[in-house]
């Protein structure tokens, strides 16, 4: 008999059903589904921030941990200290592999404010990953590394979230899950990663995760491209606005001129 790589529909439907009822029983381990909404945001004149939402489903019985991450970069920080009695900058700080935008939260807060230091999610985990280096001691990092989540947060591009993620009502053994983070007015363009970490006993059982993309665009865009591409253009631009800027301040200050 000829061998091949179909089946016919009737057998692939109840294959199909047959491993539906076996997912709870094997412990779910599946990928969890997930939907970002929207998976693309547009930065305009306007932007004033963007809230993004993240669903799946659990099993009942389970918690779930959803992060949002950027692309890691290296940072350089001035470190200040006394000099003379005055307060100066007195040495560099790099910080390697630091996502630009980490946002998470949880189906129990107590999963983010009790995390272990070896839980792959949180803070805990950023400081597993992160190094810094310079002019810094090594008893010195932890401390470091909680003045470098401060400042993340004054800027809004670090955050856990303190309200929890949404549970619905129970479909079968299925839990359906509902967060929303908001994405921060000085965001980068770029593609980020967004995860959904279904967790059972305090260990991950199964992690999907998909892309949220975030483009500029209009005005912005145009003065981006022009930075790069056209440097002289951009210089002239730059110089335009600035005067008009100027001019739109002063008549409004001086009441319209009276």
């Known amino acids: ?104 939260m949880s189906t129990d807060p107590k999963l983010l404010e009790a995390a272990r230091p070896e839980a792959p999610w949180g803070y805990a985990s950023l400081q597993r990953r992160l190094t810094m280096s310079g002019m810094i001691k090594d008893q010195e990092k932890a401390e470091y590394f909680q003045q470098f989540l401060l400042l993340k947060e004054s800027e809004g591009l670090y955050a856990t979230v303190k309200t929890p993620i949404r549970q619905s009502r129970a479909a079968g053994d299925l839990i359906p899950i509902k967060g929303e983070f908001q994405l921060p007015t000085n965001v980068r363009p770029g593609t980020y990663e967004v995860c959904l970490s279904v967790l059972k006993d305090g260990q991950v059982i199964a992690k999907n995760c998909g892309e949220l993309k975030v483009k500029m665009v209009g005005f912005p865009a145009l003065l981006t491209n022009l930075a790069y591409q056209h440097g002289a253009t951009y210089g002239i631009v730059a110089v335009v606005i600035a005067i008009i800027t100027g001019f739109a301040m002063g008549f409004l200050f001086k009441g319209g001129g009276h």
């Open 1 to 104: 008999m000829k061998r091949h790589g179909f089946v016919r529909p009737k057998m692939a439907w109840l294959g199909g059903l047959l491993l539906l009822l076996t997912l709870p029983a094997l412990g779910w381990g599946a990928s969890p589904d997930l939907r970002v909404t929207p998976d693309l945001v547009e930065i305009g004149t306007w932007f004033r921030g963007h809230g993004v939402q993240v669903s799946g489903v659990i099993p009942q019985g389970a918690e779930a941990v959803m992060e949002v991450q950027g692309q890691t970069a290296d940072e350089h920080l001035m470190r200040k200290g006394r000099g003379a009695g005055l307060w100066m900058n007195v040495g560099e700080i790099e910080v390697q592999d630091a996502p630009s935008l980490y946002l998470v």
